[in-house]
């Protein structure tokens, strides 16, 4: 391809080419060459679809490596915490002769057969969730696709790799420990274990909290796209297909339509607004010289600019008079152009809305501007908005565009087929909403902000598992103390207090880090969108009190479970 890109370039610098382009100066014209392969996720272009994008990959499979983290954090903080009660079977088994290697190996394997189960149901919950996963993504996998060579064997290398490293810790430390120092005081938490385990949770609170608040910035992205004022109106505008056959009888079809109860005004057009692909350029010479822009161009019938609710800055929309100029006669010798222009096209000729009226531009064939629409958005937000031209020609006609009231959608709807049987009777009838062509360019965007809050309530959970886990060791560790605090006349929330202080410190330092994270991460994804939502700061204080109280609920159970128990029996048992 490279080669073939180089040879086109040279061919299009050409000076044939130059000519019959009508380039001058510096001006030039060329075409890049994409493999087919990869317009869907690397394509900055407009495919045969709204394109995805690799980065949603990327950012997928980063969540799930996460989340992963998360797992492995909580097993090896539970597994350290669990091996104070294994002091007596260590120990003995350094009596009788277990060498470091066998300790080792030991806990590797029980973290080995740990990370096998968690596999194996993993991948039954996997083939379960197929159908979900589906509804979410909008594709249609089948159990099959998990049966395949490559999932398999990354399945079994993950699982090598999390027994591995989700346990390596654990067994070292466990068979590094003395013989007597075991068996005297047992094994404790201190000095480097403690600091790990410290790290673990702020890490885990972290990731936790950075997939929170990016989840939050997609959701209000993708609510900011839903309620934008995008120029003209999306909502209950029925889109019905135009054949070569129906051009025929254009007109009698379209005030057959309006005449159905309910409906407010109908129109055509090549393209429906909220997508427009076709590319041309124009020419437009003025006192201040020649002007030659490359735009997006949209046919379009009577009454389309009242259909969609569009605002006219100056001028006035098509009328049946413009017709007139159109004249077919005498092999199209005084045959002249009306068009409409958007405020950029207005701007980038140098002329204000009111300046542009009457104003001479060449499309093929000269005509007027007869009207200026404000700017509406003609393609995804993550573009800026055009140059747009708007011409009125029939003939070109492929969607028409009837709006509804919305008031009886249901009875509205039969009318219109009702008309469509009569004057369309060998096509079916096939409508869509114009909203639903909208909401096609963030299909991408959706399913994302889908699996990221799925990621984001997952992560939560381990979170709020791995909590759950230290704070019993902790508290059961800690039995004596609050025993003798409580015969002291402590209260039950200052024990609270006590026990969650530690873990609220951890959880303060995972918010100082993770916000910052979250902030320029969400900015970069935000950095997409020529039209986006500013990062408000709210979002971060909420999800950092959020936090701190779910975290002050999973620790605050054990804590006042065993505050509320009774002293005597505490001290007693010790």
């Not at 993993?122 to 395949?148: C, E, R, V, W």
Request: overall charge neutral; aromatic content about 10%.
């Amino acid at each position: 391809i490279p080669q073939l890109q180089q040879q086109v370039s040279s061919y299009m610098n050409t000076a044939e080419v130059r000519k019959d382009a009508g380039l001058e100066g510096n001006d030039y014209l060329t075409y890049h060459l994409e493999p087919l392969t990869k317009v869907h996720l690397y394509s900055k272009l407009p495919g045969f679809e709204p394109n995805s994008s690799i980065t949603y990959i990327y950012m997928l499979a980063l969540i799930a490596l996460l989340i992963l983290i998360i797992a492995c954090a909580n097993y090896t903080n539970l597994a350290t915490a669990q091996s104070a009660g294994r002091r007596g079977e260590i120990g003995m088994r350094k009596v009788m002769g277990a060498s470091k290697q066998q300790v080792f190996f030991q806990f590797i394997s029980e973290s080995s057969v740990i990370t096998l189960v968690a596999a194996a149901l993993a991948f039954l919950l996997s083939i379960f969730l197929i159908p979900y996963f589906n509804d979410i993504t909008g594709k249609h996998f089948t159990p099959d696709i998990l049966m395949q060579p490559v999932p398999i064997i990354a399945l079994i290398i993950f699982t090598i790799a999390v027994s591995f490293f989700a346990g390596m810790y654990p067994a070292l430390v466990l068979s590094g420990t003395q013989i007597m120092g075991v068996l005297k005081k047992g094994f404790s938490f201190t000095g480097g274990n403690n600091l790990l385990r410290k790290t673990l949770i702020v890490a885990q609170s972290g990731i936790s909290i950075f997939l929170i608040i990016y989840t939050v910035i997609i959701l209000q992205q993708m609510h900011f796209m839903q309620t934008k004022d995008l120029g003209y109106d999306k909502d209950h505008v029925v889109v019905l297909p135009i054949d070569g056959k129906m051009l025929q009888n254009f007109e009698n079809i379209k005030d057959a339509f309006a005449q159905v109860p309910g409906v407010e005004s109908v129109t055509a057009s090549y393209e429906t607004p909220e997508y427009v692909q076709w590319g041309d350029g124009i020419t437009a010479i003025d006192e201040k010289g020649k002007h030659d822009v490359s735009l997006n161009a949209m046919p379009v019938d009577l009454d389309f600019t009242k259909t969609m609710k569009m605002q006219m800055v100056a001028g006035l929309d098509f009328q049946q008079s413009d017709f007139a100029m159109m004249d077919t006669a005498n092999d199209y010798k005084n045959f002249h152009q009306p068009y409409i222009i958007n405020e950029t096209l207005a701007k980038k000729l140098g002329w204000t809305p009111q300046e542009a009226i009457g104003k001479i531009i060449k499309k093929n064939v000269t005509g007027p501007v007869t009207g200026v629409v404000k700017d509406f958005n003609s393609s995804s937000l993550h573009n800026p908005i055009g140059p747009m031209l708007i011409f009125l020609s029939r003939d070109l006609m492929r969607d028409y565009m009837i709006r509804i009231n919305g008031n009886n959608t249901k009875q509205t709807l039969a009318g219109i087929e009702t008309v469509w049987k009569q004057r369309v009777p060998e096509r079916p009838f096939n409508y869509h909403f114009l909203d639903d062509d909208y909401n096609k360019l963030y299909l991408s965007e959706q399913k994302i902000s889908a699996l990221f809050g799925v990621a984001a309530g997952l992560a939560i959970v381990l979170a709020c598992l791995g909590l759950f886990g230290l704070a019993a060791f902790t508290t059961v560790r800690r039995t004596k103390e609050i025993g003798i605090r409580r015969v002291l006349g402590a209260n039950i929330s200052s024990i609270t207090l006590l026990i969650a202080k530690n873990f609220l410190e951890l959880i303060g330092i995972a918010i100082l880090i993770a916000i910052p994270l979250a902030w320029w991460a969400g900015n970069k994804w935000l950095q997409d969108f020529a039209f986006r939502i500013s990062v408000h700061w709210y979002i971060f204080i909420c999800t950092a009190i959020a936090t701190i109280l779910i975290a002050l609920c999973t620790v605050g159970y054990h804590s006042v479970k065993v505050s509320l128990a009774n002293p005597v029996k505490s001290l007693r048992s010790e």
